[in-house]
């Protein structure tokens, strides 16, 4: 049973996380003195430290910090833009567009996010409350979305419900039909990229009684999400589908989150054929849970390659301008956000890069004891109040605003007034291998 | 009436079997005692009649856990999670260990040493949260990507039990068709094959001071594990070794030996191509499988012709035969078979450079049919490269005092953990059988052939 906490309980969650806020800001600031232990290929100290920057400032970082590219020696890392000459820039005042529609098709309900951008399924009982909360009230404050994940709706979101994606995966735990009736967009989920083709798995020590409550299930069992939806063996089972939800919820928009196997693109014509107004894929280099080391690096292309590869094919069968591609998986900056656009996508899916901006290290350690040391993807009732909703919701909110203005920078020195331009603009990359 | 058929299901018992010697801690933990003695004061005050607030340390793992806490760290259990440096960064520092970059070698990274352990301690798949650490793709294995379905695929239940897929690979030789007398009996070859039940038989283990017990621990693990250990002729006299589980492997200079082998043995390996000495060995043992031991770079077609149908083909430990990779060579070598019409009739066994789990099913999709596992097993018993581990002899290893229980259970361990690993591969791609995984490129990705697709026209791409 989860015992509520202690006055002393709540004073030392207190102490922890003043000093914890406190090294969110002094580390990024200690221009050329980085954890030792911190970072990796994907995501460099520097990045990690900069994206902290950003989510307590509002911009990049201007001390020295890497805060465009990681050092993984491929994919985005090894792109970069073409620049115009400074003198073609456009000028400051030049007001930048950088928002997207959800829905190209020319029926059902219009929406547009003013930002390429919203948050990636993160279900509770992989994250806490407290999470879902931040990135909720943040969504809302940038009139985009989050997503649910799998493991249901808390009631706590329902003020948010315009910015809340209801997430529809192979466990089906916690769909009801009246959070699929709240929901401006309900996502399945048929794949991800950190397991691809492997399903999800909740640890027993995660199915907290709340979380199993929410899910329907036994509290302090392990929970799997099966791989693939066993009522969906073709693309007719998959807009059965589809058709059921809008059914339901007729002025829902559908997304389909699809891995990325080396038929993504089929896939991809398929899932619009089906109905989906936004086919998201999920690349293989991303993923916030827990997945097993020979999935993430091994199973299925990484979403660099993946994009141009999807992109060219639904223009080819002429069907680009009536779907919405989103891609996820390995998108750490807005740098790389400017890129996926580029080799072909309307937007990103942010779901690592959020749970950095929270004070995420990338230690890996997530399923292992009581969670998340830093209160993220925790359910443990102690940790999980290190974050303060409203805190968390600040902090992304600030890393957004940092990502539109650099969002705005590149298109300015590439010479675009709309985001919407830079969609498969790959002329305007160029590759820099050392 | 109970059926007996004889069928039992496969399954591999794994239990915690602790390391030896316990590795290097992952992380160093410096702490600036007399500013932590300062902190602690500081905590004190301001805490005032709060002793647990006051004490209550940032480390969930029990680092700084009692007697003393931060001023003797137990670093052995540090997770590098750097809540306590970004908490108190004037106070502690976590820093990498620099003694664990002399696990493993070049090759075989000091955090592939960390994951095999893990498996032979646990016997499990490792997990670990935050998705990708490590490089977009690179040389060799890494440039390599598995595929996936995304529906239609019923087998990855396989997984959690409630259906079958199969590891189980045949070794042996597998005529295309039969032809019969006139009478109706079968005249010409006819199949001859043993299957194992994991597509990895277990490889010669280094020479040297822990030979006995490495060869009783890797012919009892083969055992066990229901496959084969692949061990020198001289070692299975010497220490009296035999078994179905054996696969002895002869040289010129241990060819009398043969003599002494205690019986004969389900399947013999020949190390090299000698015609001579492979129709000898074939007259010999006139009901044992002949396995052919060659470099993977060896033209096979000279040998096919020969009759052989069982090859070993083996690169250096690093992966790389005549200074290309395993990845092209295996290709190479299942094409030409392929060419020649006798894809079907031919058994590849291959090794070298194969250490990761993942490394099994790409090599098996290059095109063998099965792996023989050679340092990952050693990494597994905790040994020691001395320097870089390339060539078989003299193997740079060095092995603590062993055990053999001990032993066969961490290749038990790490076998399942590889195996399950298999399963998730093959599952995602809705395999019901690993067998139809060999040779079938259209299930994987190549780095350098979606780049090419992805990034063509890019300006600085394949300058
Ligand atoms: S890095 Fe994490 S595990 Fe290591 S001592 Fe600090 S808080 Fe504990």
């Excluded at chain 2, 003695?37 to 009692?66: D, M, Q, W």
Aim: aromatic share 8%; proline share 7%.
């Amino acid at each position: 049973m989860q015992v509520p906490l202690t006055t002393v309980d709540m004073r030392i969650v207190e102490k922890h996380r003043a000093a914890l806020h406190r090294g969110f800001h002094v580390w990024p600031t200690l221009a050329f003195d980085r954890p030792p232990a911190m970072g990796d290929a994907r995501w460099t100290a520097d990045l990690i430290l900069a994206t902290w920057y950003q989510a307590e400032t509002g911009r990049p970082p201007d001390n020295g910090l890497e805060y465009r590219v990681g050092a993984s020696g491929g994919g985005f890392d090894v792109l970069d833009f073409k620049f115009l000459p400074k003198e073609k820039w456009l000028p400051e005042d030049e007001p930048i567009d950088t928002s997207i529609p959800l829905n190209r098709r020319p029926y059902d309900r219009r929406i547009e996010i003013p930002v390429p951008w919203y948050g990636a399924g993160m279900s509770f009982g992989s994250v806490s409350e407290q999470i879902m909360l931040a990135r909720a009230k943040a969504a809302q404050m940038w009139r985009t979305f989050t997503c649910t994940g799998e493991g249901g709706y808390p009631d706590s979101l329902t003020p948010y419900k315009d910015h809340v994606i209801t997430q529809i995966a192979t466990g089906m735990f916690g769909v009801r039909e009246e959070t699929i009736l709240r929901a401006p967009i309900v996502e399945f989920k048929y794949a991800q990229g950190a397991k691809p083709g492997l399903g999800g798995h909740l640890l027993g020590d995660k199915a907290t009684v709340a979380v199993a409550k929410m899910r329907e299930s036994v509290p302090w069992v392990s929970l799997f999400s099966p791989f693939p939806f066993h009522s969906v063996y073709s693309v007719e089972d998959h807009k059965k589908h589809i058709d059921w939800v809008k059914a339901i919820h007729p002025e829902a928009l559908i997304s389909v989150k699809v891995s990325t196997p080396t038929d993504i693109d089929m896939v991809a014509v398929g899932s619009y054929y089906a109905g989906a107004h936004i086919i998201h894929i999920d690349g293989g280099y991303g993923g916030t849970g827990a997945a097993p080391e020979i999935a993430k690096k091994n199973i299925a292309m990484p979403i660099e390659l993946a994009l141009p590869k999807v992109h060219r094919f639904l223009i080819q069968e002429g069907i680009r301008d009536e779907v919405v591609l989103m891609a996820s998986g390995g998108i750490r900056t807005a740098y790389d956000i400017a890129k996926a656009i580029a080799l072909g996508a309307d937007g990103v899916v942010l779901g690592t890069t959020e749970l950095v901006a929270l004070g995420c290290t990338r230690c890996s350690n997530c399923e292992r004891g009581r969670g998340c040391p830093f209160g993220l993807t925790t359910t443990d009732p102690e940790l999980s109040e290190l974050v303060d909703p409203d805190w968390g919701a600040e902090r992304l909110s600030r890393l957004y605003a940092s990502f539109q203005l650099q969002l705005r920078d590149i298109l300015r020195r590439l010479g675009l007034r709309s985001v919407r331009e830079l969609r498969g603009r790959t002329d305007l990359l160029v590759y820099r291998k050392t | 009436m109970t059926v007996q058929s004889g069928y039992h299901r496969y399954h591999i018992e794994t239990r915690f079997t602790p390391d030896l010697i316990p590795p290097p801690p992952r992380f160093r933990v410096r702490v600036r005692k007399l500013r932590l003695i300062g902190l602690v004061l500081k905590e004190l005050i301001e805490f005032r009649g709060h002793v647990r607030v006051a004490l209550s340390r940032p480390c969930v793992y029990g680092v700084f856990s009692r007697p003393v806490g931060g001023l003797a760290p137990k670093e052995e259990l540090c997770v590098g999670c750097l809540r306590c440096t970004v908490q108190y960064p004037e106070v502690v520092q976590i820093c990498p260990n620099p003694e664990r970059l002399r696990l493993g070698d070049s090759y075989l990274k000091p955090e592939y040493v960390d994951t095999i352990l893990y498996e032979a301690r646990t016997g499990r798949v490792p997990v670990r949260g935050a998705g990708y650490r490590g490089p977009f793709g690179g040389d060799g294995w890494d440039g390599m990507w598995t595929d996936m379905s995304e529906i239609v695929r019923p087998t990855r239940d396989g997984i959690h039990g409630r259906e079958f897929i199969s590891t189980a690979v045949d070794i042996g030789e597998k005529p295309s068709f039969l032809t019969f007398d006139a009478a109706g009996h079968p005249i010409g070859p006819t199949p001859r094959v043993l299957s194992i039940q994991v597509p990895f038989v277990l490889d010669v283990p280094p020479p040297g001071r822990r030979l006995r017990v490495l060869a009783e621990i890797f012919a009892e693990a083969a055992r066990q594990l229901e496959t084969l250990a692949i061990l020198p002729v001289e070692v299975v006299v010497r220490f009296s070794l035999g078994g179905p589980h054996v696969m002895p492997l002869v040289r010129a200079e241990t060819w009398p030996l043969l003599e002494k082998l205690p019986e004969s043995p389900r399947i013999v390996a020949l190390a090299g191509w000698d015609p001579d000495r492979y129709r000898a060995l074939r007259a010999r043992f006139p009901e044992s499988l002949v396995a052919v031991r060659v470099p993977m770079d060896a033209d096979l077609e000279p040998m096919v012709r020969t009759g052989v149908r069982v090859f070993h083909l083996t690169a250096d430990y690093h992966g790389y035969a005549g200074r290309r990779f395993a990845i092209e060579l295996i290709q190479q070598a299942h094409r030409q078979l392929v060419d020649m019409g006798l894809r079907e009739e031919v058994t590849l066994i291959g090794s070298g450079g194969i250490v990761m789990a993942e490394h099994v099913p790409k090599a098996i999709i290059c095109g063998l049919d099965a792996v023989a596992l050679d340092t990952a097993l050693w990494v597994a018993l905790q040994a020691r490269f001395d320097g870089e581990c390339v060539e078989p002899a003299p193997a740079a290893v060095t092995f603590p005092r062993l055990k053999t229980a001990w032993g066969v259970q961490r290749l038990k361990n790490l076998v399942n953990a590889w195996r399950d690993q298999l399963l998730e591969v093959l599952g995602a791609m809705g395999l019901r059988e690993v067998r139809r995984l060999r040779g079938e490129v259209g299930r994987c990705m190549f780095q350098r052939d979606l780049e090419r697709e992805a990034f063509a026209g890019i300006e600085g791409f394949g300058e």
